[in-house]
């Protein structure tokens, strides 16, 4: 598919945002005052910067709020209901926090419960769509989670628990590529199921169905070549978990902190236009890519 910046932006930014909101509200690190209101506006402008991204891949923009009407079959409305309420639960704890040098510690766990609520949800938009056997896998939600609790660890200054959960979410998202790669062969999808031909033999594209290519060719069939995915992969894996365990394991510094707040953002972008880059659509068979 279509790797839009809009959407990469999204669910790089707010996922990181909302993982440390979520830390934010399970007490770590146990700040207050200016120091809590450092912690908070940064996860404030990841998350809420995220979710702005993502309005610019719409058509219309204008109708984002529509969004919100939809929650009985929608995970992007859900979405949206979970995002809201994260927000507004985290608000109340950061000013206890900012303004009364207070903490609720079980106003806290709700609005950490509903931040991961939240990412799960964002991961739901795709993992439901088995028109995307790449996507289509409960090891995408178990991918969001774990680099939003990863991430969230970094940005809170939790050494001890970042060297772990950065490791394992390495470990889900190799799985998950070598998983992914096989993925829509597995499926069994093919021209001949696409099309409900393959009774009558063999079954191929005669020629284009188009002259120029139309909006599902621009969006769904974009291709990238295996050499330049496994050198991203690669990249992806060095900045987004590698440097970042090394610079943490590095005598605290708030130089080589930022270093490894820097680094994991630009593998977790490079490992989100991945994301969509490799996706194949199934609607790409209609058009004679295998």
């Given amino acids: 598919m279509h790797p839009a910046p809009s959407v990469i932006a999204f669910t790089t930014l707010s996922g990181i945002g909302f993982g440390l909101l979520a830390w934010l ?9 200016g120091t ?31 969004a919100f009407t939809q929650w009985r079959t929608s995970w992007l409305s859900r979405e949206a ?11 109340v704890c950061g000013a206890g926090a900012v303004f009364f040098d207070t903490r609720i510690p ?13 990412v799960w949800a964002t991961s739901m938009i795709y993992a439901q769509l088995a028109t995307v056997p790449r996507w289509n896998t409960p090891l995408t939600p178990v991918l969001f989670l774990s680099l939003a609790a990863a991430g969230g660890a970094l940005l809170a200054g939790q050494p001890d628990f970042a060297l772990v959960l950065l490791p394992l979410s ?33 079954v191929r594209a005669f020629e284009p169905p188009h002259t120029s290519p139309n909006y599902l060719m621009r969006e769904m069939v974009f291709r990238i070549g295996r050499k330049h995915a496994l050198k991203l992969r690669a990249l992806a894996l060095l ?10 394991l590095i005598p605290f510094s708030h130089v080589f902190a930022a270093l490894a707040v820097g680094s994991h953002l630009g ?20 058009y004679g890519k295998s």
């Fill in 170 to 202: 390495g470990v889900v998202q190799v799985v998950w590529w070598v998983r992914g790669d096989r993925a829509l062969a597995d499926s069994r999808t093919d021209m001949a199921s696409a099309t409900g031909l393959g009774g009558t033999g063999r």
């Fill in 36 to 66: 809590a209101f450092a912690f908070f506006t940064i996860a404030y402008l990841l998350a809420a910067g995220g979710l702005v991204a993502s309005t610019f891949h719409l058509g219309h923009p204008e109708r984002a709020l529509l």
């Fill in 267 to 286: 593998g977790v972008a490079a490992s989100r236009w991945l994301f969509f880059a490799e996706a194949e659509h199934v609607v790409g068979l209609y």
């Fill in 81 to 91: 209901w979970a995002s809201v309420a994260a927000l507004l639960v985290m608000a």
């Fill in 106 to 118: 079980a106003l806290g766990w709700i609005g950490s419960a509903l931040c991961m609520l939240t």
């Fill in 239 to 248: 900045l987004g978990y590698v440097l970042p365990c090394l610079l943490l």
């Fill in 25 to 33: 509200g399970l007490g770590l690190p146990p700040v207050t005052g």
